[in-house]
T-cell receptor
Framework: KNQVEQSPQSLIILEGKNCTLQ??????????LRWYKQDTGRGPVSLTI?????NTKSNGRYTATLDADTKQSSLHITASQLSDSASYIC???????????FGRGTSLIVHP | NAGVTQTPKFRVLKTGQSMTLLCAQD?????MYWYRQDPGMGLRLIHY???????AKGEVPDGYNVSRLKKQNFLLGLESAAPSQTSVYFC????????????FGDGTRLSIL
């Protein structure tokens, strides 16, 4: 069964600090991995999309990495801001499948 | 540019009642999706559509029906609501299925009593 595991489940950091969120998956064959940000009460918003051949993708202060060999990805947030408080969701799609596998998300709280 | 709009935003139903959730997108996207999000679980795909007039089952389709009569609209129906269908429902759309971002609406919060 395809699975996407995210860690930590929750994280509290101080404003201005960096943090890294982890995503491990078992989806095979692999097509792409996406990171989404979901604010409370809102729908997810796409941050990055990476395919098999990409190992790094940046979007402003967000940098995602992918190691397709070990089936691991990370999302690094630099110089965190209060507005970064949200749930971050890792989603993996298999080649030839329309049904993506979502992780449960990491809840990030940034304190002033 | 509204993106993906879902109506209604909130709804409370009694067991056995029926209702339709509406999703509208103004980005001329071919693909549309309905997901449900439950506490402690990742989003799960209910049904999806790869174009006007087409629909297909996702991971958790039982108890739901969908229609895509117009390219910009994707309807999700509950014929006989059950408490297990209490959830937050999200609609999404994308230009293509592959390496394209999905654009999500802000959800419909549905409670079945």
């Amino acid at each position: 069964k395809n699975q996407v595991e995210q860690s930590p489940q929750s994280l509290i950091i101080l404003e201005g600090k960096n943090c890294t969120l982890q995503c491990n998956y078992t989806v095979s064959p692999f097509s792409n991995l996406r990171w989404y940000k979901q604010d409370t009460g809102r729908g997810p918003v796409s941050l990055t999309i990476m395919t098999f051949s990409e190992n790094t993708k940046s979007n402003g202060r967000y940098t995602a990495t992918l190691d397709a060999d070990t089936k691991q990805s990370s999302l690094h947030i630099t110089a965190s801001q209060l507005s970064d408080s949200a749930s971050y969701i890792c989603v993996v799609s298999g080649r030839g499948s329309y049904i993506p596998t979502f992780g449960r998300g990491t809840s990030l709280i940034v304190h002033p | 540019n509204a993106g993906v709009t879902q109506t209604p935003k909130f709804r409370v139903l009694k067991t056995g009642q029926s209702m339709t959730l509406l999703c509208a997108q103004d980005m001329n996207h071919e693909y549309m999706y309905w997901y449900r999000q439950d506490p402690g679980m990742g989003l799960r795909l209910i049904h999806y559509s790869v174009g006007e007039g087409t629909t297909a089952k996702g991971e958790v389709p039982d108890g739901y029906n969908v229609s895509r009569l117009k390219k910009q609209n994707f309807l999700l129906g509950l014929e006989s609501a059950a408490p297990s269908q209490t959830s937050v429902y999200f609609c999404a759309s994308s230009y293509l299925q592959g390496n394209q971002p999905q654009h999500f609406g802000d959800g419909t919060r549905l409670s079945i009593l």
